[in-house]
């Protein structure tokens, strides 16, 4: 069985936009945190973590979306989830992480909230 | 234009100078190419009487060509498994086929040692398609088998290696479990622990132990990740939950702490944590059975199946996983274990089990695992063990994580058990 992830992302005003397709697990979780290093975060942006095409996540793949947190605080920037599939916001909801994690229904969502939130 | 002339003449000439030395650096002999050849030659009879044989094959083997020629056949020259070979399967297949070819067979030479080989023969026909005889080539094999005896003994070491990678797993993966589980005056436990892979060490792991004035102690986890790296999470966890419980058995203060120490421990890019339950059971001298007090960090609820068949989950909302926030929240239940009551504690590994082969969105799920105890109660802590490991069984491959359960019954008195 081949594990197949897709990462793509972009830049908006309001920050970047990391989307995920596919199966985030123990196997393509090192691929997302390399990839997060490379990311450019001025402070007060938002980071976006767009899970629409998400067909699997397992602990590896909370693991990758704590990294991306720490990171974007580090960066004195904020972090939100867009199209979070139902089994991976039941995940969330289990391990509390719905707290400390925004979610939004799209990317575009979570820019408008951001825009909202900053002005 | 002259020049032009002469360049065309010593084009023409040029190829039929160069053939002509060609030819000379090229074979001048049918039979020089025949005798010195880099394969060997052999002719042979239909009877297998040898008839001819080139020098490269008498040179390999040590013979003059009287002491062959005549004398002896071609089975002569293989070994005994060799010629059990040759008369089973290759003259039966040459006469058949009128040709064999790619044939590994070892000769042996005139000073008793062994020679690897490759041999093709062909049956030469007269022009009436009657057989005269038979021709074969021979090419030397010796390179070949040695890079094949390479290639099994490299194949062997890689086994081996494996199996003790292996033996190295499941030994690291047991010293993170308690050889027994403490026995508990009036409560019977059962554990049991799946491992889904053995190429890697899984991150679950639980513990029941005593602490001061009868309590008890009882926790199960679930580090994220797996192999090396996980271990070392799994058994700092062990042991800082084991400590911190001294320290201060509050259920809520236990993991406060062990959040703190693995937030310390792992931060940025490559975070660490786990979720756990961590259980506090006091026994209670007047309702009878205990009292217990679970804190969960992120864990799955655990299941309670009472003693009036009836079985419901004990959600502890919002608690948050140990280790990846600074001041995680961690919520706490308190329920009473009566006489007949069962808990069981499980890892996700249970309920993320694919259930058929097809794999896909088949997982077993909360819903099932809470169908799954509303059948089996009331039961008890071996009943439940027992029975989850059956539906481990079933599902086979389909558990592709650790999967970790800990059931804990309170039995009923033997006055009540009679009637």
Same mark, same amino acid.
């Given at each position: 069985?081949?594990?197949?992830?897709?990462?793509?992302?972009?830049?908006?005003?309001?920050?970047?936009?990391?989307?995920?397709?596919?199966?985030?697990?123990?196997?393509?979780?090192?691929?997302?945190?390399?990839?997060?290093?490379?990311?450019?975060?001025?402070?007060?942006?938002?980071? /976006?973590?767009?899970?629409?095409?998400?067909?699997?996540?397992?602990?590896?793949? &909370?693991? /990758?979306?704590?990294?991306?947190?720490?990171?974007?605080?580090?960066?004195?920037? @904020?972090?939100?989830?867009?199209?979070?599939?139902?089994?991976?916001?039941?995940?969330?909801?289990?391990?509390? &992480?719905?707290? /400390?994690?925004?979610?939004?229904?799209?990317?575009?969502?979570?820019?408008?909230?951001?825009? @909202?939130?900053?002005? | 234009?002259?020049? $032009?002339?002469?360049?065309?003449?010593?084009?023409?000439?040029?190829?039929?100078?160069?053939?002509?030395?060609?030819?000379?650096?090229?074979?001048?002999?049918?039979?020089?190419?025949?005798?010195?050849?880099?394969?060997?030659?052999?002719?042979?009879?239909?009877?297998?009487?040898?008839?001819?044989?080139?020098?490269?094959?008498?040179?390999?083997?040590?013979?003059?060509?009287?002491?062959?020629?005549?004398?002896?056949? !071609?089975?002569?020259?293989?070994?005994?498994?060799?010629?059990?070979?040759?008369?089973?399967?290759?003259?039966?297949?040459?006469?058949?086929?009128?040709?064999?070819?790619?044939?590994?067979?070892?000769?042996?030479?005139?000073?008793?040692?062994?020679?690897?080989?490759?041999?093709?023969?062909?049956?030469?026909?007269?022009?009436?398609?009657?057989?005269?005889?038979?021709? $074969?080539?021979? !090419?030397?094999?010796?390179?070949?088998?040695?890079?094949?005896?390479?290639?099994?003994?490299?194949?062997?070491?890689?086994?081996?290696?494996? +199996?003790?990678?292996?033996?190295?797993?499941?030994? #690291?993966?047991? =010293?993170?479990?308690?050889?027994?589980?403490?026995?508990?005056?009036?409560?019977?436990?059962?554990?049991?622990?799946?491992?889904?892979?053995?190429?890697?060490?899984?991150?679950? !792991?639980?513990?029941?132990?005593?602490?001061?004035?009868?309590?008890?102690?009882?926790?199960?986890?679930?580090?994220?990740?797996?192999?090396?790296?996980?271990?070392?999470?799994?058994?700092?966890?062990?042991?800082?939950?084991?400590?911190?419980?001294?320290?201060?058995?509050?259920?809520?203060?236990?993991?406060?702490?062990?959040?703190?120490? #693995?937030?310390?421990?792992?931060?940025?890019?490559?975070?660490? !944590?786990?979720?756990?339950?961590?259980?506090?059971?006091?026994?209670?001298?007047?309702?009878?059975?205990?009292?217990?007090?679970?804190?969960?960090?992120?864990?799955?609820?655990?299941?309670?199946?009472?003693?009036?068949?009836?079985?419901?989950?004990?959600?502890?909302?919002?608690?948050?996983?140990?280790?990846?926030?600074?001041?995680?929240?961690?919520?706490?239940?308190?329920?009473?274990?009566?006489?007949?009551?069962?808990?069981?504690?499980?890892?996700?590994?249970?309920?993320?089990?694919? =259930?058929?082969?097809?794999?896909?969105? +088949?997982?077993?799920?909360?819903?099932?695992?809470?169908?799954?105890?509303?059948?089996?109660?009331?039961?008890?802590?071996?009943?439940?063990?027992?029975?989850?490991?059956?539906?481990?069984?079933?599902?086979?491959?389909?558990?592709?994580?650790?999967?970790?359960?800990?059931?804990?019954?309170?039995?009923?008195?033997?006055?009540?058990?009679?009637?």
């Amino acid at each position: 069985m081949t594990q197949h992830l897709t990462l793509s992302t972009r830049t908006t005003a309001a920050g970047p936009v990391m989307e995920l397709a596919g199966e985030l697990d123990h196997h393509t979780a090192p691929r997302v945190r390399d990839a997060l290093a490379g990311l450019a975060l001025r402070p007060g942006q938002q980071l /976006v973590v767009d899970l629409k095409g998400i067909t699997f996540c397992d602990s590896s793949g &909370l693991t /990758v979306l704590i990294a991306a947190r720490n990171h974007a605080l580090a960066a004195d920037a @904020t972090i939100a989830l867009a199209a979070v599939p139902e089994r991976l916001s039941r995940i969330l909801g289990i391990t509390g &992480l719905d707290d /400390v994690f925004p979610s939004h229904p799209t990317a575009q969502d979570a820019e408008h909230a951001w825009r @909202t939130a900053s002005d | 234009m002259c020049e $032009t002339g002469e360049a065309a003449d010593s084009k023409d000439q040029a190829p039929v100078h160069e053939e002509a030395r060609f030819s000379e650096m090229l074979e001048d002999s049918a039979e020089d190419l025949y005798e010195h050849a880099p394969c060997g030659y052999l002719s042979t009879l239909l009877d297998g009487r040898i008839a001819k044989v080139n020098a490269t094959l008498l040179d390999w083997l040590g013979y003059r060509r009287g002491d062959l020629v005549g004398r002896m056949d !071609f089975s002569d020259l293989l070994t005994v498994g060799g010629r059990l070979y040759h008369e089973t399967h290759f003259a039966p297949l040459l006469q058949m086929q009128g040709e064999i070819s790619g044939i590994a067979l070892e000769l042996k030479a005139a000073d008793g040692s062994h020679l690897p080989v490759m041999v093709t023969s062909t049956v030469k026909t007269g022009s009436d398609g009657q057989p005269l005889l038979i021709r $074969t080539t021979l !090419f030397d094999a010796r390179d070949r088998r040695a890079y094949e005896t390479e290639l099994l003994r490299a194949r062997q070491e890689a086994d081996q290696e494996r +199996d003790r990678l292996k033996l190295l797993n499941t030994t #690291l993966q047991k =010293t993170l479990l308690p050889p027994t589980l403490a026995n508990v005056p009036g409560l019977d436990v059962s554990a049991h622990y799946h491992i889904a892979s053995v190429d890697e060490v899984g991150g679950d !792991f639980y513990d029941l132990f005593p602490l001061a004035a009868g309590t008890w102690g009882l926790f199960l986890g679930d580090v994220c990740g797996k192999g090396a790296a996980a271990a070392a999470v799994t058994s700092l966890a062990r042991y800082t939950l084991r400590a911190a419980a001294v320290y201060n058995p509050d259920p809520a203060a236990v993991l406060a702490n062990l959040n703190t120490v #693995l937030n310390h421990e792992y931060q940025g890019t490559d975070p660490r !944590f786990c979720t756990v339950v961590f259980g506090l059971l006091t026994p209670d001298p007047d309702r009878g059975g205990f009292r217990i007090t679970l804190a969960s960090g992120g864990h799955p609820p655990a299941l309670l199946m009472r003693a009036d068949g009836t079985a419901d989950y004990l959600p502890t909302p919002g608690g948050q996983l140990i280790g990846a926030l600074p001041n995680a929240h961690i919520a706490t239940t308190t329920v009473h274990l009566s006489p007949g009551d069962t808990l069981l504690l499980h890892t996700d590994g249970l309920t993320e089990a694919h =259930t058929t082969a097809a794999g896909g969105d +088949d997982r077993y799920g909360d819903d099932a695992l809470l169908d799954f105890g509303r059948d089996l109660a009331p039961t008890t802590a071996s009943d439940t063990i027992g029975a989850v490991r059956d539906l481990l069984d079933a599902f086979g491959t389909g558990v592709d994580d650790d999967t970790a359960v800990l059931a804990i019954h309170v039995p009923r008195p033997l006055s009540e058990e009679q009637q």
